[in-house]
C-alpha cells in the first residue's frame, strides 16, 4: 500500500525500514488478496504464512475456509510442517461444534472431495480450543506457536 497514511519507516532502522517499503514508497503488507470482477479486493492470506507442497503454494486460508464448511467444524486454524517428500505439508487443527460431532478420519474424508490433493491435510487434530497453544490479547490463533505445537506432535510420533 502507499498514501498519506503509511507510516515513514522504523524509528532508527533504517535496514528493516528499506527492506519493508520500497524506493517508490509502497509499503509491503505482507497480505495477499484478489480482485473480483466488481473490482473488490479479498482477502486471501499471508504471505508468511503460504505453506509450499511440493511445487505448490496453499494458502492457509483456503483450506480453513474449506473446513469451515464441515457442520461439525466450528473453528479451524492450519500451518504448514515439514515433510521430507513434499517440503512442507498442511496441518490442521479443528475445534468442533459438540464433543464428538466427528472424528479426524470423517472431517478429512469429508475435505478430500472439496479441495485439491495437494491442499487436504496430511495431519488434522481435534482440539478442545486454541487457548493452551496460544492466543493473542484480541484472541486471534498465533500461528507460529501452533505451528511449533504440530512440529512436536510430529516429533513424538517420529520417536
Known sequence: MR????????????????????ADGWLDTG??????????????????????????NVAPADVEDTLHRHPAVRQAAVVGVPDDRLVE?????????EPGAASETEILEWARGRMAGFKLPKHLRIVEGFDDIGMTASSKIQKSKLAAHARGLLERVDT
Do not use: C
Not at 89 to 97: D, E, R
Open 31 to 56: 497480505d495477499l488478496g484478489v480482485l473480483d470482477g466488481s473490482g473488490r479486493l479479498h482477502f486471501v492470506g499471508r504471505t508468511k504464512d503460504i505453506i509450499r507442497v511440493g511445487g505448490e
Open 89 to 97: 505439508v498442511p496441518f490442521a487443527f479443528v475445534v468442533l461444534t
Open 3 to 22: 498514501g498519506w497514511n503509511v507510516m515513514q519507516g522504523y524509528l532508527d532502522d533504517p535496514a528493516k525500514t528499506a527492506e519493508t517499503i520500497d
